[in-house]
């Protein structure tokens, strides 16, 4: 069975840090296209960024670039995101996501994501 587990989220305050995780288990993603997305309160779900399989194309939210990094570690099966210089208006609920089909790109489109874990929640307090 496929999981994906998100981990690292929490309280931070303003201009504060955070790195997140997303382990996967159940089969490799070495050469799978990974992404994040995130959930705030009463709003639709967002791209936040994407890695491509190589973890050499990444693609960003344009409001995010410059603040949030996505990368990854094949032999480990995690990708990460490292959030910095965080805003009160970062606070969701942050989802990983995996393409099914092999040698994908660093795609914005959550229909192209197949696999999904249950998020992990970020709050940064002003």
């Known amino acids: 069975q496929v999981q994906l587990v998100e981990s690292g989220g929490g309280l931070v305050q303003a201009g504060g840090s955070l790195r997140l995780s997303c382990a996967a288990s159940g089969r490799t993603f070495s050469s799978n296209a990974m992404a994040w997305f995130r959930r705030a309160p009463g709003k639709e779900r967002e791209f936040v960024a994407a890695?491509?399989?190589?973890?050499?194309?990444?693609n960003y939210a344009d409001s995010l670039k410059g603040r949030f990094a996505i990368s990854r570690n094949n032999a480990k099966n995690t990708v990460y995101l490292q959030m910095n210089s965080l805003k009160p208006e970062d606070t969701a609920v942050y989802y990983c996501?995996?393409?099914?089909?092999?040698?994908?790109?660093?795609?914005?489109?959550?229909?192209?994501?197949?696999?999904w874990g249950q998020g992990t929640q970020v709050t940064v307090s002003s």
């Open positions: 996501a995996a393409d099914r089909s092999d040698y994908g790109s660093a795609l914005r489109s959550p229909a192209v994501y197949d696999y």
């Open positions: 890695i491509s399989w190589s973890g050499l194309s990444t």
